[in-house]
């Protein structure tokens, strides 16, 4: 079992910036990819970014460039440093972990951070 503890999220203007971190616990030896993904109401949960223990990252078209994520494997926890924020970006954010044991894979996620952009 993993547990994911999100925080970070608010009001933000259109241009600024807020980071979004996660604290994992439980079995987290067995996690190999932790992400963001965000709902916006009446649309469909989306992938932000993900990044692997290893580091390897993978971002959707719509934040490159402006979203970065981040894992500190020692404090287990993953960050979403998030630049040149749009209304568009308005959604509730949650955090995921992926374990692997053996060839079974399990998806975890947090509660989820509301980030609002709007003047």
């Known amino acids: 079992q993993v547990q994911l503890v999100e925080s970070g999220g608010g009001l933000v203007q259109p241009g600024g910036s807020l980071r979004l971190s996660c604290a994992a616990s439980?079995?987290?030896?067995?996690?190999?990819?932790m992400g963001w993904y965000r709902q916006a109401p009446g649309k469909q949960r989306e992938l932000v970014a993900a990044v692997t223990r290893g580091g390897t990252t993978n971002y959707a078209d719509s934040v490159k460039g402006r979203f970065t994520i981040s894992r500190d494997n020692n404090k287990n926890t993953v960050y979403l440093q998030m630049d040149s924020l749009k209304p568009e970006d308005t959604a509730v954010y949650y955090c995921s972990a992926r374990t692997l044991v053996v060839v079974t894979t399990t998806d975890y996620w947090g509660q989820g951070t509301q980030v609002t952009v709007s003047s």
């Open positions: 439980g079995t987290i030896v067995d996690i190999y990819v």
